[in-house]
């Protein structure tokens, strides 16, 4: 099993660019998160999906959407992207325990 | 609504001696209780996982313990060795929620 897997590992992106960061688990979790995390700041999550069809905002949604397609997948979406959303992104999965990804990398300039 | 504390925030110790790290919370409804560690710009590695129903988990040289009438996991390091220095993270599961601590930031001197 390779367990939670984000690409890409590190983006960088001028303000106003779109991206979609993509993340998968195969350990068949319904339930499946994107976090933020920002140096002083901690893990904040920004949308999490109980299961496959259904998603709901966490603490800090603004400018992002999220797209949970099947069971498996479920991407993070920067339709323009401010300079406030250089973090470092995790994407975890959640049955009984939480996993979690390697993270991504995002700087916007 | 669940607060997770955890203190201190930082910590350095040398090379060698037992340590524990504290966590805090509110609410004791929970389903459980992970402990992690994250090396700079690095991701989550679980370290131990607690159920609602344990009052420890012990893995090598670490222990966790889990006192829910108190509100209090405590996360044992035995004989620290430079290579634990990391930021540690608890993590509590309820329903539908899960709540982050801060972390504590532990050094390790040679």
């Known amino acids: 099993n390779a367990g939670v897997t984000q690409t890409p590992k590190f983006q960088v992106l001028k303000t106003g660019q779109s991206m979609t960061l993509q993340c998968a688990q195969d350990?068949?979790?319904?339930?499946m998160y994107w976090y933020r995390q920002d140096p002083g700041m901690g893990l904040r999550l920004i949308y999490y999906?109980?299961?496959?069809?259904?998603?709901d905002k966490g603490e800090v949604p603004n400018g992002y959407n999220v797209s949970r397609l099947n069971k498996r997948e479920f991407s993070l979406r920067l339709e323009s992207a401010a300079p406030s959303q250089t973090s470092v992104y995790f994407c975890?999965?959640?049955?009984?325990?939480?996993?979690f990804g390697p993270g991504t990398r995002l700087t916007v300039l | 609504k669940q607060e997770v504390t955890q203190i201190p925030a930082a910590l350095s110790v040398p090379e060698g001696e037992n340590l524990v790290l504290n966590c805090s919370f509110t609410?004791?409804?929970?389903?459980?209780l992970q402990w992690f560690r994250q090396d700079p710009g690095k991701g989550l590695t679980s370290l131990l996982l607690?159920?609602?129903?344990?009052r420890e988990q012990t893995s090598g040289r670490l222990n966790a313990s889990l006192d829910k009438s108190s509100g209090r996991s405590t996360l044992y390091i035995a004989a620290s060795q430079p290579g634990d220095s990391a930021t540690y993270l608890c993590?509590?599961?309820?329903?539908?929620?899960?709540?982050f601590g801060s972390g504590t930031q532990l050094t390790v001197l040679p």
């Open positions: 975890a999965s959640f049955a009984g325990e939480q996993f």
């Open positions: 350990m068949n979790h319904n339930s």
């Open positions: 999906s109980a299961s496959e069809g259904t998603t």
């Open positions: 609410d004791s409804a929970i389903y459980n």
């Open positions: 607690i159920q609602s129903s344990q």
């Open positions: 993590i509590l599961s309820s329903a539908r929620q899960l709540t």
